[in-house]
């Protein structure tokens, strides 16, 4: 039998997932997303037993404390990304080998924590670094996770009207920037393609997949190498891509991986992952190349 602490326990630790998943939707990085719900339980506990039986909801409690804090890691984030070296990408997700299009695998996977879906392919996660503090907050409050206005407000600290305001201009943002819905298998066809391509070292099958306007963005976080200016057009990307690949170590191997929900390609030297490479694609072209090379971003990847 379970005692009511033990049930009290248990209710608690049950939002884990559901506040990892809100927060990193909001903060765009994993370990910073786990740093907040650990600062927010540990924000519960910090309480007397007394403060926490007059919490009605604890749910609620921790989903606006860690929506709060959440806000004020965005403000301070954005400075440090203004002194960051070269250009920050959000924090790639593993997902299942080979490519799925379901949830996340295995426990032992740190997707698991995170459901999969198009709130977190790489192409949304940047579009909201593009957001306010507050515009994103609204947002996915209100349009992912279903929160009514009047409760946004609470977290947020503004008029339930304004919270309305500031989701309708973080939807603007997203619809202007989105591209025509592709299926998976599509764009693991595509992927596929390419990542032959760029084996074979093959320049003109690799203009072909690439949009004439296409851009590369590296991560390196100054911790590796990799470019700190975005590459663009298809023409010139190509060519970048078959120099990097003739000048990489043989022991460098090239590998099909789900990344944030879509199909993905994972480099892999001795065993360790070195670089995750997101897609954008529109129709049968690739639009957006997001390559995340900082080791540090690159902790919960697996080389299974």
């Known amino acids: 039998m379970t005692t009511g602490d033990d049930q009290n326990l248990d209710a608690i630790t049950s939002e884990r997932r559901q506040l990892i998943n809100l927060a990193y939707r909001l903060l765009g990085s994993l370990a910073e997303a786990e740093d907040a719900v650990q600062e927010t339980y540990a924000r519960w506990y910090a309480m007397s037993r007394r403060q926490q039986d007059a919490i009605k909801s604890p749910g609620a409690w921790l989903t606006k404390v860690a929506s709060r804090i959440c806000l004020d890691l965005l403000g301070s984030a954005r400075a440090r990304r203004e002194r960051y070296v070269g250009e920050w990408i959000p924090e790639p997700l593993p997902g299942p080998t080979p490519w799925t299009t379901g949830s996340a695998g295995s426990g032992a996977d740190p ?20 957001m306010t503090p507050a515009e994103r907050v609204a947002f996915i409050l209100h349009d992912v996770f279903r929160y009514s206005f009047a409760e946004v407000a609470e977290i947020v600290g503004r008029t339930p009207a304004a919270c309305r305001q500031l989701a309708s201009s973080a939807r603007r943002r997203i619809r202007a920037s989105q591209t025509p819905a592709t299926s998976a298998a599509h ?9 032959q391509a760029w084996q074979a070292k093959d320049i003109s099958a690799l203009i072909g997949l690439l949009d004439p306007d296409a851009t590369v963005i590296a991560d390196g976080g100054g911790l590796t190498r990799a470019s700190r200016h975005p590459i663009e057009g298809g023409e010139r990307i190509a060519h970048y891509l078959t120099d990097l690949f003739t000048r990489a170590p043989d022991t460098v191997t090239v590998v099909e991986r789900t990344v944030n929900g879509r199909p993905g390609l994972v480099a892999q030297q001795d065993g ?29 990847w697996t080389t299974g």
């Open 111 to 130: 997707a698991d924590r995170v459901t999969l879906d198009e709130s977190v392919s790489m192409a949304f996660l940047v579009v909201l670094e593009s």
């Open 187 to 195: 764009q693991a066809g595509i992927v596929r393609d390419f990542k």
């Open 272 to 300: 360790r992952t070195v670089a995750v490479y997101a897609f954008d694609i529109a129709g049968d072209r690739i639009t957006h190349i997001w390559a995340v090379l900082n080791p540090e971003k690159l902790r919960p």
